[in-house]
């Protein structure tokens, strides 16, 4: 055999990528001047959706200049469609026409489109900026601006092309909600029950008692809301940055949610999809024997108190004009993240606050068939 020469790289880390999320009424400013005393880059560049640009990132970029900042803005065309890599590039484009460098830093200033498509642009810019959210929108204030998941949708598929890239700091201002549709702040609140309904059953019954103070805007019980739904979040990313296991949990309601999703061609917003998704997979749970048929019922109950929807079958025969097809659903669930040789695993509740387990894993494989029989015999 012949000798070989061999040279070690030693990159043994210790990295620390935590970061605070601020929660209040008004923080533009805070955010300014924490930026100007603890800087994260030269130059910064506000990302938002054309919508939420006029609402929110225009008097954003002004706060940030009032406080001597140098920045830019960039604005792009609002939806789900612009989660693509041809959105994506336009991003970059226009960070290079601007002369950005590595030490720029991207502020995300909006809802989960926003902070995925930002966020991605953000880790692979330059090879990785910093970046800041600013999440606008209840799902993104409690879900999706926290635990650095970012990226771009296929047309096999949501978030199928992405990175793990936490962002510098979360600055959630509540105030902001004053602006969004109350469509959007109730497909926020999907998300919240999920929380719950993985997590803590106290805080499910608090969503049960304040649930329509938050929907008519209570300042209070939004931010009451908002801080525990985050902290949830938080202590779960802490323990599982990269979703070795854990983290799976999070992806409560999402397998068949995000099937929803996209046969829906994106006319369902993620937190309405997410809700059918949580009916669903508790109704399969309940086939399994796993989860209390009055467990889900109570879920479902929360849900519909919300004005969120949990009768998929009602809902995309409305919106596709013909009954819900279970090959078209179990076809999507194949490009989901949890699959693990092949097979799909779906996480599944066996209580209120408390999500089914086996050995340590939190997700359970079932086969194709099986799932396939469910879709058929059951009234979703």
Same mark, same amino acid.
């Given at each position: 055999?012949?000798?070989?020469?061999?040279?070690? %790289?030693?990159?043994?880390? @210790?990295?620390?990528?935590?970061?605070? *999320?601020?929660?209040?009424?008004?923080?533009?400013?805070?955010?300014?001047?924490?930026?100007?005393?603890?800087?994260?880059?030269?130059?910064?560049?506000?990302?938002?959706?054309?919508?939420?640009?006029?609402?929110?990132?225009?008097?954003? @970029?002004?706060?940030?200049?009032?406080?001597?900042?140098?920045?830019?803005? *960039?604005?792009?065309?609002?939806?789900?469609?612009?989660?693509?890599?041809?959105?994506?590039?336009?991003?970059?484009?226009?960070?290079?026409?601007?002369?950005?460098?590595?030490?720029?830093?991207?502020?995300?200033?909006?809802?989960?489109?926003?902070?995925?498509?930002?966020?991605?642009?953000?880790?692979?810019?330059?090879?990785?900026?910093?970046?800041?959210?600013?999440?606008?929108?209840?799902?993104?204030?409690?879900?999706?601006? *926290?635990?650095?998941?970012?990226?771009?949708?296929?047309?096999?598929?949501?978030?199928?092309?992405?990175?793990?890239?936490?962002?510098?700091?979360?600055?959630?201002?509540? @105030?902001?909600?004053?602006?969004?549709?109350?469509?959007?702040? %109730?497909?926020?609140?999907?998300?919240?029950?999920?929380?719950?309904?993985?997590?803590?059953?106290?805080?499910?019954?608090?969503?049960?008692?304040?649930?329509?103070?938050?929907?008519?805007?209570?300042?209070?019980?939004?931010?009451?809301? *908002?801080?525990?739904?985050?902290?949830?979040?938080?202590?779960? %990313?802490?323990?599982?940055?990269?979703?070795?296991?854990?983290?799976?949990?999070?992806?409560?309601?999402?397998?068949?949610?995000?099937?929803?999703?996209?046969?829906?061609?994106?006319?369902?917003?993620?937190?309405?999809?997410?809700?059918?998704?949580?009916?669903?997979?508790?109704?399969?749970?309940?086939?399994?024997?796993?989860?209390?048929?009055?467990?889900?019922?109570?879920?479902?109950?929360?849900?519909?108190?919300?004005?969120?929807?949990?009768?998929?079958?009602? %809902?995309?025969?409305?919106?596709?004009?013909?009954?819900?097809?279970?090959?078209?659903?179990?076809?999507?669930?194949?490009?989901?993240?949890?699959?693990?040789?092949?097979?799909?695993?779906?996480?599944?509740?066996?209580?209120?606050?408390?999500?089914?387990?086996?050995?340590?894993?939190?997700?359970?494989?079932?086969?194709?068939?099986?799932?396939?029989?469910?879709?058929?015999?059951?009234?979703?």
């Amino acid at each position: 055999m012949a000798q070989t020469d061999k040279v070690r %790289v030693n990159l043994k880390k @210790t990295v620390d990528d935590s970061y605070d *999320i601020h929660i209040g009424p008004d923080l533009f400013g805070q955010l300014a001047s924490s930026l100007r005393e603890r800087p994260l880059g030269d130059r910064y560049v506000v990302i938002s959706d054309a919508t939420v640009l006029k609402l929110h990132g225009n008097r954003l @970029t002004e706060a940030l200049r009032k406080a001597g900042l140098k920045v830019e803005r *960039i604005g792009f065309p609002a939806g789900e469609g612009s989660k693509s890599r041809k959105m994506k590039v336009f991003l970059e484009e226009h960070l290079v026409g601007l002369g950005l460098g590595r030490d720029c830093c991207i502020i995300a200033c909006g809802g989960g489109v926003t902070g995925d498509l930002a966020g991605f642009t953000a880790a692979t810019y330059m090879r990785g900026v910093p970046w800041v959210q600013v999440p606008t929108t209840m799902l993104a204030m409690v879900d999706a601006s *926290i635990g650095g998941k970012t990226g771009i949708d296929l047309p096999e598929g949501k978030n199928l092309i992405g990175a793990f890239h936490q962002p510098a700091a979360v600055w959630i201002d509540v @105030t902001t909600l004053e602006t969004l549709p109350r469509r959007h702040l %109730v497909a926020g609140m999907a998300e919240v029950v999920k929380h719950a309904v993985i997590r803590d059953a106290k805080f499910f019954k608090l969503l049960e008692e304040r649930a329509e103070a938050v929907l008519d805007g209570d300042p209070a019980a939004q931010r009451e809301v *908002i801080k525990h739904s985050c902290a949830i979040k938080a202590e779960v %990313v802490s323990a599982d940055e990269k979703e070795t296991e854990l983290r799976r949990i999070l992806n409560y309601g999402h397998t068949l949610g995000h099937a929803f999703e996209s046969v829906s061609g994106f006319s369902l917003l993620h937190g309405e999809a997410v809700s059918l998704g949580m009916a669903s997979e508790a109704a399969l749970a309940v086939s399994m024997g796993i989860l209390p048929a009055d467990e889900a019922d109570r879920q479902n109950s929360l849900l519909k108190k919300l004005g969120l929807p949990v009768k998929a079958s009602v %809902v995309m025969r409305a919106l596709l004009g013909r009954p819900l097809r279970p090959k078209e659903i179990l076809d999507y669930t194949h490009t989901d993240k949890k699959a693990r040789q092949g097979i799909t695993e779906y996480v599944l509740p066996a209580k209120i606050g408390q999500i089914k387990t086996n050995k340590k894993k939190v997700s359970t494989a079932i086969e194709d068939k099986s799932i396939l029989d469910f879709l058929r015999r059951s009234s979703l």
